[in-house]
């Protein structure tokens, strides 16, 4: 392991993605990467009493689908890294709490998903674990229920508003001969432009994109178009937008390889999502499910990926504060 | 000049890049429901009248309807698709406001009937009653103090 | 039809333009000023009885009935002509028993269907 320039680190020993797993929800389901995913729910409360529980049920029906498909028992898992959005990081650790694996909370908003690939690859790097496990969750009704209105809420969501990804992914990374290995992690400055609108999380989160990916490219000298493909987390459409014009302003034109998760899970007109998708199971489901197979078919050999986070809450936009942005970067070769 | 300078400027960038809400058309939308909404009311009162209740009992029993509709349409989640669609039009009828009832009782139930349901009730409802009621005990000591 | 006969289809053209408008400019507020929908039920319900407390709001009520009572400007009116007429009566006493008097109907009925509703209805997403 060794650090490059101020942010990144180079991993030597190419810990590898053993394998992914990722379940969604019904709207999801409706969505263009539907044949992606491993399952499909269609009841949103999946037979439970709350969303709480369901998405505690999500995460952890995700565990066990990795974990078989990779064919590596929970014994056999050294740390899990896993993260959500609800407060105190309840559905993870409500999800994980039979699994007798020692167990890291995180929480990086809608990054922690990429944050818990950072962390558990230099787990794996270190040479002292042979596997560990990296997952996150959302949920469109308990999101919404936490940070803004009701479901049954007569209101007009906003143009610029996200619709929060249902469902979870989740990886194994390990020690193998094949790919794709993790090769480098840039994690990323908090990075605030004042942005206070709530229903406006890709423009608050843009800036924090563009600094990590300045940083990564600085610290290894690699250009952008070193990648097949550069993948952020969950800016959407205008978030997308907004990262290409603001990249062309550092000199780099990403148009071409860059695209977003919140983007790809929905289909925009027809979904009625606006501005498309966000939430920790944005880049987790879209990287597990899609990503991650267009990886092992060769389509993409080289992937940057970047989650983005919104490092808010319900008390701090009522009290008025701006909304700071985190993303943190790995990049994934075959 | 690049829009990552400061937030001044990147808030006047993004105010410029971001889709702005199809005004006209929820304009419309609104006006429309909301007229609708209105004339269903009315309806109820000239009804009420024709009974013979007088004006005040025929605009009590408008309320009660309206807002019985309105809580019956949120029950068989269709209310949260009219509002949707037709915005202020039928959040500013007082469907609008039963609407801002049911809606939280019904999301909390699973944190039981009290705390849950009894309390999150007046999520947007409370600062309405808070707001209302004062400012009618601010008019009626003024009416006390100047009639 | 009986009943129909006693309809007042005037009153019902001003009802239904009143109540437009009055909707369109909460329209115009939620989506140039993004308030939230709490903040504009509070503006229009504080509006009303200031409306109704001078004595304005009452001619929209002659003018066109319910496109004037049912926004939430005629609760934040009812609300204060309640407690004003009270005060008549009372004193002072009225002003703090009138205004939820004259609404009574109208809280209670709301609190009540919701409380049953949310005994028998489950929220559901939208799924398209």
């Not at chain 2, 029993?61 to 509002?83: E, M, P, Q, Y």
Request: aromatic share 10%; glycine share 12%; charged share 15%.
């Amino acid at each position: 392991m060794k650090k490059l320039g101020k942010q990144t680190l180079q991993l030597d020993n190419k810990p590898s993605i053993l394998n992914t797993a990722a379940i969604v929800g019904p709207k999801e389901l409706n969505g263009p990467l539907a044949k992606y995913f491993d399952k499909c729910v269609e009841d949103e409360f999946w037979g439970e009493a709350s969303w709480e529980k369901a998405e505690s049920k999500f995460i952890k029906e995700t565990v066990s689908t990795v974990l078989g498909k990779a064919n590596v028992s929970s014994s056999d898992i050294d740390y899990v890294f896993a993260g959500d959005l609800l407060n105190q990081c309840i559905s993870s650790s409500f999800g994980m709490r039979d699994t007798n694996i020692p167990f890291f909370g995180l929480f990086g908003a809608c990054s922690t998903f990429v944050e818990g690939l950072c962390l558990g690859s230099v787990f794996i790097d270190s040479g002292a674990c042979k596997n560990v496990l990296c997952a996150t969750s959302s949920h469109f009704c308990s999101a919404e229920k936490q940070f803004r209105f009701p479901l049954e809420l007569g209101n007009q969501r906003t143009p610029t508003s996200q619709w929060t990804v249902t469902g979870s992914g989740a990886v194994v990374l390990g020690k193998s001969d094949t790919g794709p290995y993790i090769t480098h992690i840039t994690p990323g400055k908090i990075v605030d432009l004042g942005i206070k609108d709530a229903n406006n999380m890709g423009a608050a989160m843009a800036p924090a994109a563009l600094s990590t990916l300045c940083a990564h490219l600085e610290d290894t000298g690699r250009s952008p178009d070193y990648y097949d493909a550069i993948i952020t987390g969950d800016l959407g459409y205008l978030g997308k937008d907004i990262l290409i014009d603001i990249a062309k302003t550092k000199g780099y034109d990403i148009a071409s390889i860059y695209n977003d998760c919140g983007v790809l899970i929905f289909d925009k007109k027809k979904q009625d999502t606006h501005s498309g998708g966000s939430g920790c199971a944005c880049i987790a489901t879209v990287f597990s499910g899609y990503l991650y197979k267009m990886m092992k078919e060769n389509n993409i050999k080289k992937l940057l990926l970047i989650a983005t986070g919104a490092l808010t809450n319900a008390t701090t936009s009522q009290q008025g504060e701006s909304i700071p942005g985190i993303a943190h970067a790995v990049a994934i070769e075959m | 000049m690049n829009p990552t300078d400061s937030p001044k400027e990147y808030g006047e960038y993004v105010k410029k890049k971001a889709p702005n809400s199809p005004i006209l058309k929820d304009c419309f939308n609104a006006f429309w429901v909301g007229g609708l909404i209105c004339c269903i009311g009315q309806l109820i009162f000239f009804f009420c009248q024709y009974k013979g209740l007088d004006e005040t009992a025929s605009s009590t029993v408008v309320s009660i309807s309206l807002i019985g509709i309105a809580i019956f349409l949120s029950a068989i989640n269709v209310f949260n698709r009219i509002g949707k669609f037709a915005g202020a039009g039928s959040l500013i009828p007082i469907t609008g406001f039963a609407n801002s009832i049911v809606s939280p009782a019904m999301e909390y139930k699973s944190e039981g009937y009290v705390m849950g349901v009894g309390a999150k009730m007046f999520t947007v409802a409370g600062p309405v009653l808070v707001y209302g009621i004062s400012a009618s005990v601010i008019v009626g000591i003024l009416a006390c103090l100047f009639m | 039809m009986e009943y129909f006969q006693s309809i007042d289809w005037m009153t019902m053209l001003n009802c239904f333009i009143i109540g437009g408008i009055i909707c369109v400019v909460g329209q115009i507020l939620i989506d140039k000023t993004k308030l939230t929908p709490a903040r504009i039920l509070v503006v229009y319900v504080t509006l009303g009885a200031i409306l109704g407390g001078l004595g304005i709001y009452k001619y929209l009520i002659d003018f066109a009935g319910c496109g004037a009572t049912v926004p939430l400007t005629g609760f934040g009116a009812n609300l204060a002509k309640g407690a004003m007429e009270a005060v008549k009566e009372q004193g002072l006493l009225g002003a703090f028993t009138g205004g939820v008097k004259a609404c009574a109907g109208g809280i209670a009925a709301a609190v009540f269907f919701g409380y049953i509703a949310s005994l028998v209805a489950k929220p559901k997403i939208k799924k398209q």
